[in-house]
């Protein structure tokens, strides 16, 4: 079993960055595609960017994309999320979790993930 825990969430200005990070334990996160997800207050958790279990290939959402990198360091067990040019529409609790599905095309369904951390609030504004 796998458990994960998100850090690295704060308060910044628009145009500030952040790195979030996902910090794994137990077996199996090499072998998992990992996911950034994201909710923002009255709205449903949705997919931000994701990795696979390689780390070779990623995905991310058109509302991120360009501003946002996915990375992970399987030495450390960690998957890593930069965030740059930040708005604030991108305020949210951001949770990081674990599937076993990956395409090329996006990121796995909220319905397809397995474990998932507690989250993480990032708050965009001046």
């Known amino acids: 079993q796998l458990q994960l825990v998100e850090s690295g969430g704060g308060l910044v200005q628009p145009g500030g960055s952040l790195r979030l990070s996902c910090t794994a334990s137990?077996?199996?996160?090499?072998?998992?595609?990992i996911a950034w997800f994201r909710q923002a207050p009255g709205k449903e958790r949705e997919g931000a960017s994701c990795?696979?279990?390689?780390?070779?290939?990623?995905n991310y959402a058109d509302s991120v994309k360009g501003r946002f990198t996915i990375s992970r360091d399987a030495a450390k067990s960690v998957v890593y999320l930069q965030m740059n040019s930040l708005k604030p529409e991108d305020t949210a609790v951001y949770y990081c979790?674990?599937?076993?599905?990956?395409?090329?095309?996006?990121?796995?369904?909220?319905?397809?993930?397995?474990?998932w951390g507690k989250g993480t609030l990032v708050t965009i504004s001046s």
């Open positions: 979790g674990t599937s076993d599905v990956w395409n090329h095309r996006d990121c796995p369904a909220y319905s397809a993930m397995n474990y």
């Open positions: 137990g077996l199996g996160f090499a072998y998992s595609t």
């Open positions: 990795i696979s279990p390689s780390g070779r290939w990623t």
